[in-house]
């Protein structure tokens, strides 16, 4: 495993480590079924990307793109406290209508960003070139974000919203609009994983139609692996849990995909969703395991 390899990893690790802050966000805060993330991904990134190639400051980029996202959210919100869609067919709605929306804002399945000051670029005078500096601009975004989920749980507002997603009879007999608390949620969580896609396209060197593939899976083993390595009810806890749990999963992804016992079975590059698709149902699998394990105990 090299260096570059392992840095690499990180810094895919942090920008899906928004996206676990936002599957958390719909998912667990919320209790939400959201499929939209596959599709809000790739519009934060296309979002981001026609932004800069027409000179757009690329942080102002990242949030138009992260604007972008919430709207999707908001819609698919909308499609369900509104016209009383199911939440999991809201989402599927609007994740099947983005994939051509994606195509319209780009003008094309792919928009390279060669050539493209991207922010990291930005902190290149103050960091230098090194290749930990991609790692460290990622790591200190996705804390902030942490530190100002934390405190947004800790509002009026945030705790109203996790009232919603825990019981919203009691929430609503509290005086709480539930179906406001749900439009807010589902913006902030898209726009969240839309911010991801930006970061993403920024960090590859352009948006692609088909990088959001996947990306709800993803999320969810995150959140599924974060929360069985740090069980906790407190948010603090928890918001720290996601980001380590997709951190982690991606190492997981790439000591897969470099183990030579797999290599020597036929697995290829290719096979990547495969590799993925298995470890998904091995972290899915984890809170049973520890459920059983302390049942014998």
């Excluded at 945030?158 to 589902?186: D, K, V, Y």
Aim: hydrophobic share 60%.
């Amino acid at each position: 495993m090299s260096l570059l390899a392992l840095f690499g990893t990180f810094e895919t690790g942090l920008v899906f480590a928004l996206v676990a802050l936002g599957v958390l966000l719909s998912f667990r805060i919320l209790d939400f079924p959201d499929l939209t993330a596959d599709g809000s991904f790739p519009l934060g990134a296309f979002a981001c990307a026609v932004c800069m190639t027409l000179g757009v400051n690329p942080i102002l980029a990242i949030c138009v793109g992260f604007a972008a996202g919430a709207l999707a959210g908001l819609l698919t919100a909308f499609l369900h406290v509104k016209l009383g869609i199911l939440q999991l067919l809201s989402g599927i709605i609007v994740m099947t209508a983005l994939y051509s929306v994606n195509l319209r804002v780009g003008g094309a399945p792919n928009v390279p960003l060669l050539g493209t000051d991207t922010v990291f670029d930005l902190f290149k005078p103050i960091l230098g070139a090194g290749i930990w500096q991609n790692t460290l601009i990622l790591l200190v975004l996705t804390l902030l974000i942490k530190f100002a989920l934390n405190w947004f749980f800790s509002t009026e507002t945030g705790l109203a919203m996790r009232a919603t997603g825990a019981n919203p009879r009691m929430a609503r007999a509290q005086g709480i609009s539930t179906h406001f608390m749900i439009m807010l949620g589902m913006a902030l969580s898209n726009g969240l994983i839309a911010l991801a896609g930006a970061l993403f396209a920024q960090l590859v060197g352009g948006a692609d139609v088909s990088a959001g593939l996947g990306t709800i899976v993803f999320g969810l083993a995150a959140v599924i692996l974060g929360e069985a390595l740090l069980p906790s009810k407190k948010m603090w806890v928890i918001t720290l849990s996601v980001i380590i749990g997709s951190v982690v999963y991606r190492l997981f992804i790439m000591v897969a995909m470099g183990s030579e016992t797999l290599s020597s079975w036929g697995l290829k590059t290719q096979d990547l969703n495969l590799i993925t698709s298995v470890l998904v149902v091995g972290v899915m699998l984890l809170p049973q395991i520890k459920a059983k394990l302390k049942t014998r105990r």
